[in-house]
């Protein structure tokens, strides 16, 4: 008996036509008859029974059938256990990453990952928070990790953690000094921020016109790095998180009262499915954030009730 006598088998019987069967199966009606009776001749029992057009399952038909799906489930099973072992031992992996991240969370993951599961060939892309979560409903990413929540029901987002926004400053700029600083005092101070497009110049933008605040904004960069190297050596300020500011040498945080937290985030395709690589990964990075940030959550944000 092989597996092709149980597909066929319960093509058959699920349709109870042999016409309708060999459809679906692609294959000639007399070459499903003929397998059929192999079968039977096999078991040693009739499974069908043919009154002119009908077909009907005799009661060894209806014992077999409980079976052969029971059998095939557990096949199809072991397939698929088998498949998850070699996603991880020749599989692929493309994460999206948002640019806060692709420096100072990923690199050492990224090296553990690898000495795991040498076989995985890992793709990282760098994007924007909108492109990111546009490839990942296009199928091109298997993961992503930028700040939650969503733009789009289309995406889900599992909690890492949260983070606060800080105002970087250079070691020789006149707030150096400071420890706290509330958002109302940097009215009319000159401050070097991101690009509109970025969901963190908004949230800032809504915090100070929520304090009657409206700093002097003399320099705009759509990217985070320079933004840091700019400030390390020039009297301007930035608001960025602690985490990247630790990434340049010679800055200084202020805590900004009221505090502004950003949520890190897995993202994942709504209903997508989740690779074995991609579980991996995001176990891994999981495994990271909880070390040092604490714990994280099983939250999952929905788009629909929340905005950036």
């Known amino acids: 008996m092989e597996l092709r006598h149980l597909r066929y088998f319960l093509a058959v019987a699920d349709r109870l036509s042999f016409t309708r069967a060999a459809d679906q199966l692609h294959v000639t009606q007399p070459t499903l008859s003929h397998q059929i009776k192999d079968l039977e001749k096999e078991i040693g029992s009739v499974l069908f029974d043919r009154v002119g057009r009908r077909v009907y399952l005799t009661p060894s038909g209806e014992i077999f059938r409980e079976y052969a799906q029971k059998a095939l489930k557990e096949i199809n099973s072991a397939t698929a256990a088998i498949s998850e072992l070699e996603g991880l031992m020749h599989g692929t992996l493309t994460v999206g990453v948002f640019e806060s991240f692709s420096t100072s969370l990923l690199p050492p993951l990224l090296a553990k990952f690898s000495d795991l599961y040498p076989g995985v060939h890992v793709t990282v892309r760098q994007l924007p928070t909108g492109q990111l979560e546009e490839h990942l409903d296009k199928g091109n990413l298997n993961l992503g990790i930028a700040y939650s929540p969503p733009a789009t029901d289309k995406i889900v987002a599992e909690k890492l953690f949260d983070e606060p926004l800080a105002l970087v400053v250079g070691t020789k700029h006149p707030l150096a000094h400071k420890r706290k600083i509330h958002m109302a005092a940097l009215d009319g101070e000159p401050l070097m921020l991101l690009t509109a497009e970025f969901p963190s110049r908004r949230l800032l933008e809504s915090h100070f016109s929520s304090v009657g605040a409206k700093p002097r904004i003399v320099l705009e960069i759509n990217s985070i790095h320079p933004t840091l ?20 040498p010679g800055l200084h945080c202020v805590e900004l009262v009221p505090t502004i937290t950003r949520t890190v985030a897995l993202f994942w395709r709504r209903g997508g499915y989740r690779t074995a690589a991609a579980r991996a990964m995001a176990d891994l990075i999981k495994e990271a954030c909880a070390a040092s940030a604490g714990a994280p959550g099983e939250t999952t944000v929905d788009a629909r009730k929340t905005t950036s």
């Open 229 to 248: 190297a700019t400030v390390s050596s020039t009297k301007l300020a930035t608001i960025l998180t602690k985490r990247m500011a630790k990434t340049v």
